[in-house]
């Protein structure tokens, strides 16, 4: 079953089911069954090729339809979620009610208020919520926010971020739904928060009522500003994200395997003195360009790895936790809405859901 040793043997080690064995679930599966931490014992999905395919791979899992069944194995201490996202609250409840931790896929769910009722859940039954925001777990995001954190980059002003390609259409969701959970999932990672308010504007081209190029405009406090590119309509695939600063600039390109993070030296200075306005003038800086060295293993171990230490220890705070995983729904949500009103600015907080 496992590529380890004796899991019982180590402390801490944790059994772990999988719900959704389509194209991502097999990932979380294979990292789980690759740490030593834990070992995956059940799997589920609703395809009984699926489950062939998984049984194959695995011949010690267990495979079964109903994902119950996972919940109620009193050796099962976590499960991960891979499923659709309109299945990921039910699912996600139906664990948290049974008392197993639980990883969700992004986006948590989707719909605000199925988040927060996840968080409560979690939070009153003294229980893992985590949410698969892979990328904050990636070696170039990290080292982002080292910068970052570090002030190299000066002042946050703002972040562009472009991920497009041609496909692949969702069935159950829109093209803001589907990828840009991940640009904001890193914008509130790396500013450590959610954005104000949110405006979008989306079009859809190819099925009517279902959005497949999207521009959302964040707004964090300290006039940070974000903006996202998202689309399924698209010739070329780009993973591209810009962070500017007030000292240094820098490009993260996830499809370069050698150079993801380049960081220019690159700035505009005002003159602090002038005579008049007509003297006003700025210097441009052009500086060296530096790429940092970025390790490169697999992000998705160290969320699986990450998810494990937070199950086993208490004080171990979730870098992608519920309430970040509710934070990006937050945005989704507004975002769409805005969308649908034809780009206006939507604050993320109401006042008062009820007055609306
Ligand atoms: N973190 C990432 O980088 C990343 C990447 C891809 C997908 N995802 C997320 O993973 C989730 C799944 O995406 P996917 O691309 O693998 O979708 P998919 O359609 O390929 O797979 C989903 C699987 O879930 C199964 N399923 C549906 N309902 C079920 C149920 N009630 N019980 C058991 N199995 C059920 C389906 O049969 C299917 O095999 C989505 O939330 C998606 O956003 C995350």
């Known amino acids: 079953m496992s590529d380890h040793g004796t899991p019982g043997s180590i402390d801490g080690h944790k059994t772990v089911g999988v719900i959704g064995c389509g194209y991502w679930g097999p990932n979380l599966l294979r990292n789980f069954n690759q740490l030593p931490i834990s070992t995956v014992k059940y799997c589920s999905d609703l395809s009984d ?25 009193p050796e099962v201490d976590a499960i991960a979620v891979a499923t659709p996202v ?10 948290l009610e049974g008392g197993t931790h639980v990883l969700v896929e992004k986006p948590l769910t989707g719909k605000i208020s199925e988040a927060e009722d996840l968080v409560a859940i979690a939070e009153r039954n003294g229980l893992v919520l985590f949410t698969g925001h892979t990328f904050v777990y990636t070696a170039a995001v990290q080292k982002m926010k080292d910068l970052l954190d570090a002030g190299e980059l000066g002042e946050a002003f703002y972040m562009s971020s472009t991920r497009v390609n041609l496909g692949l259409f969702q069935e159950d969701i829109n093209v803001i739904w589907d990828l840009a959970p991940h640009d904001i999932s890193i914008c509130n990672y790396l500013f450590g928060g959610q954005p104000v308010t949110v405006s979008t504007y989306a079009k859809s081209y190819i099925r009517p009522g279902i959005e497949d190029v999207a521009f959302l405009v964040l707004q964090y406090p300290q006039n940070v500003v974000a903006h996202v590119h998202v689309s399924w309509l698209d010739p070329c695939k780009i993973r591209r994200t810009t962070l500017v600063g007030s000292k240094k600039m820098l490009v993260y390109d996830d499809t370069n395997p050698l150079e993801k993070i380049r960081v220019y030296d690159k700035g505009v200075d005002v003159q602090p003195h002038y005579d008049t306005f007509g003297e006003f003038h700025l210097s441009y800086r052009f500086g060296d360009i530096v790429v940092p060295k970025i390790h490169s293993g697999e992000p998705l171990k160290e969320e699986c790895g990450h998810f494990i230490e937070c199950i086993n220890d208490n004080a171990c705070e979730p870098r992608s936790g519920g309430r970040d995983g509710l934070a990006v729904v937050k945005v989704v949500e507004r975002a769409c809405e805005s969308a649908k009103l034809g780009g206006a600015p939507l604050p993320l907080e109401r006042s008062s859901e009820g007055s609306e």
């Open 86 to 95: 309109s299945t990921h609250y039910p699912i996600a409840k139906a664990c």
């Open 49 to 73: 090729e699926r489950l062939e395919h998984m049984k194959a791979l695995y011949p010690g899992i267990l495979v079964t339809k109903r994902f119950e069944d996972l919940i109620e194995d």
